[in-house]
């Protein structure tokens, strides 16, 4: 399991915080981890439990260290260097390079929260029959308010409990009769295959599940939780710190991370034991993954899980439009944080703006989500890798990190989720061009 960074010993000139309960180190990793099971991978794990059944859980094990270990990197390279991951490479990289990447992420959030907002409109018309349209647009513009005139200590508190709604999916699963031993099989010993739809939705759940918007918040998120303490420095500047925050950052991210993969596989199992079995291998978005499970599972389920894709919406709009933010001011050296009034960072707060009202501007148009979600999940595999190769050798620069680079067990489980999907993208351009079908 990745580890934290080395420690150093404590000073007298700097103290070492007392360690709070586990429960109050949660945050930044908790609310990335929960961002991650958005309406759009929602779809994606629906769409692998009803094509495969079972045969995908194990895409859940394999996922967890890898994501544990590349998002503890990016928290800590925020952390200790005291600047998100766009200032960072801003200077110690080419223009064109950052350039590329933060326009790419740009890109791709802004299609991603088309389709989540578009899945929220629809999931909300399930449940209140209306305009899906509509009810998108109240979706964007909530999320909107969210971020701009809350600020930051306060607003943090709210996507802390929109996590909660993630809990929806997992009392929608155990309302059903399972076979957990079958389950338990299929996790451990699954049937693998090399058929291109296998492999096109093992890349899907990859690039879901592991996205370069998710690196840019958690490190942004540490900077913002740094600068709401008037008593915490950098970490390179304050080392005595660092056994603290660098322990709070492992327990937040391995939390977070549980959280995320164990509700992607409830959705998964989900899905498997009730459309899955009844015919239904196609499932083009949540809303449709809830509308198939209502005649199978029942209205309990069905509410329980359309009602969970509003939530997810709400927390994952908002990181997906903050993530774009803090990359283009920290790629231009604008003022940025969720504290700052709009006055104070107006260039920043338009990013969030801009994103968020053309996405659900898309909703209005003829706008295909799955196309959406197709394109963005390619420009996001393409750029993933990148920039987490980029990500691993800020985290191993002397004059980024001070003396807090990060440790060798880090260091492998961050280069070995950057070779699994670097092998995906492969796998994805494979699938696109090079088998058979095509």
Known sequence: ???????????????????????????????????DDDPSGIATYSQSGAQFGFNLLWTVLLTYPLMVGIQAISAQIGRVSGHGLATNIRRHYPRWLLVSIVISLLIANTINIAADVAAMGEAAALLVPGPAHWYAAAA???????????????????????TLALLAYVVSALSLSLPWLKILHAMVLPQLSMDSSYITTVVAVFGTTISPYLFFWQASQEVEELRADPDAQPLKRA????????????????IGMAFSNLVAMFIMVASAATVGTHGVTQIESAAQAASALRPVAGDFAFTIFAAGIIGTGLLAVPVLAGSAAYAMAGAFGWQNSLELRYGEAKKFYLIIISATVLGTVLCFTRFDPMQALYWSAVINGVVAVPIMVVVMRLASNGSVMGRLRITRSLAFWGWLCTAVMAAAVAGMFWTMYGSPSH
């Open 1 to 35: 399991m990745p580890q934290a960074a080395e420690r150093e010993p404590l000073t007298s000139q700097d103290k070492d915080p007392a360690q709070p309960s586990w429960l109050k180190q949660l945050g930044p990793g908790l609310i990335t981890g929960a961002a």
């Open 140 to 162: 964007g513009l909530i999320s909107v308010v969210l971020q701009v005139w809350i600020p930051y200590q306060r607003y943090v508190r709210v996507l802390k409990w929109l």
């Open 239 to 254: 080392i005595s710190q660092a056994r603290h925050h660098l322990g709070r950052i492992t327990t937040d991210t391995r």
